[in-house]
């Protein structure tokens, strides 16, 4: 915005004294007759202004400028068209410093033609002429104040404007590099969701294969889990949903999860649904069927559980999902590994709740609220 607004008003400055010039000396020609020294002190003007101009120090141009100006309004008053420019010279060439008096001049200059020509030597010609001066460099001097201003103050606007881009490019980095580590996490806990625990009922049926009488049951439960880790760990670097909500709600999901876990591990779990089922964001259904697994896998490897109960609970403001075991207990009071960190965190990633209830012997109730 700057370069442009500078280009226009240097274009301005380039042009418009050469149009006024050439209007005031026409004009003069015309009602005065051809004049040759008008013409040529209007050429001289002319030349002056071309080549003069960005050549030599702002204080030496407008100098000569007004000289000339004054030979002009001593040939016609109508060349105060012209001497108008100077101002645009002094607001161009001039330091700040010498701003007032190169206003003055160019007043002068041009209450000269505004009278008629220079004033004769007398008292109340000259008290005019000096009232016409005052009257001028005070408008053209506001002006310029005014206009000095209004730039200083484009000028911190554009400053402010590049110092809000660059805090704004900061922030696009910034926010780039947070999603780079939400995004670490988040593989983080799909890894631990998906493959973690597949290996962990892996081994876990591999180990009781070599004690059972019947090890084919464990090692078709094994390769059976492969399938399905491998197949969610597929899942997961496409950031698709999990592998149960691919083609059911989250109840019907929940129930395909604690039936296939029941089957694996032997133990009775059940799924109940309280209020209307509706749809929700994919990724709530994602958490939700994620702490259930969760908290599925904390039953069987720490709970020695008999009976597993998942109550998912939908209400106006809010879903909540139930996990409750009747086993030993305590789980509270154990240090928390990465699967109770993960959960907390898939929660609170959805401004939800998390809460753990275990006591010894007593089994565990663990609790997550999200907003629906």
């Not at 005070?138 to 000028?155: H, W």
């Not at 980095?173 to 580590?181: D, T």
């Not at 395909?256 to 694996?264: D, I, K, Q, Y």
């Not at 490897?301 to 086993?327: N, P, Q």
């Amino acid at each position: 915005m700057s370069d442009s607004t500078d280009q226009f008003e240097q274009r301005v400055f380039a042009i418009l004294p050469f149009i006024l010039l050439v209007a005031s000396t026409a004009f003069d020609q015309v009602l005065d007759g051809v004049d040759g020294v008008h013409l040529a002190i209007a050429g001289v003007t002319a030349l002056w202004i071309g080549l003069a101009r960005n050549r030599i120090p702002g204080l030496a141009y407008l100098a000569g400028l007004l000289a000339l100006s004054g030979l002009l309004i001593a040939c016609s008053p109508i060349y105060g068209f012209f001497v108008w420019s100077g101002y645009l010279a002094v607001a161009f060439t001039l330091p700040r410093r010498w701003v007032p008096a190169g206003v003055l001049g160019v007043a002068a200059v041009t209450a000269a033609s505004q009278v008629g020509g220079w004033p004769a030597f007398e008292f109340t010609a000259w008290l005019l002429y000096a009232a016409v001066v005052i009257a001028n460099a005070g408008v053209a001097g506001t002006m310029m104040v005014v206009g000095a201003r209004q730039d200083d103050q484009r000028r911190r606007l554009e400053a402010a404007l590049r110092e809000n881009a660059g805090l704004h490019q900061q922030l696009m980095v910034q926010a780039r590099e947070a999603g780079v580590l939400d995004e670490r996490a988040r593989m983080a806990r799909e890894i631990h969701d998906t493959i973690a625990q597949g290996l962990i009922g892996i081994v876990t049926q591999i180990e009781a294969a070599e004690e059972s009488p019947e090890p084919r049951r464990h090692l078709d439960a094994a390769a059976k889990l492969a399938r399905e880790s491998l197949a969610e760990a597929r899942r997961s670097v496409q950031a698709l949903r999990p592998q149960p909500l691919e083609e059911a709600r989250l109840p019907e999901a929940l129930a395909t999860v604690a039936e296939g876990w029941s089957a694996l591990n032997g133990v009775s779990a059940s799924v109940s649904t309280t209020g209307d089922p509706r749809p929700l964001p994919v990724d709530v259904e994602a958490t939700l069927l994620r702490t259930a697994q969760e908290a599925l896998a904390n039953v069987a490897k720490h709970a020695s559980a008999s009976r597993v109960g998942l109550t998912l609970s939908y209400m106006d403001e809010v879903v909540t999902l139930d996990v409750r075991d009747d086993g030993v207990g305590g789980a509270a009071a154990r240090p928390g590994g990465y699967g109770l960190t993960s959960m907390s965190e898939r929660i609170a990633g959805l401004h939800g709740a998390l809460a753990i209830e275990s006591e010894p012997g007593a089994g565990t109730a663990v609790s997550a609220s999200v907003p629906a």
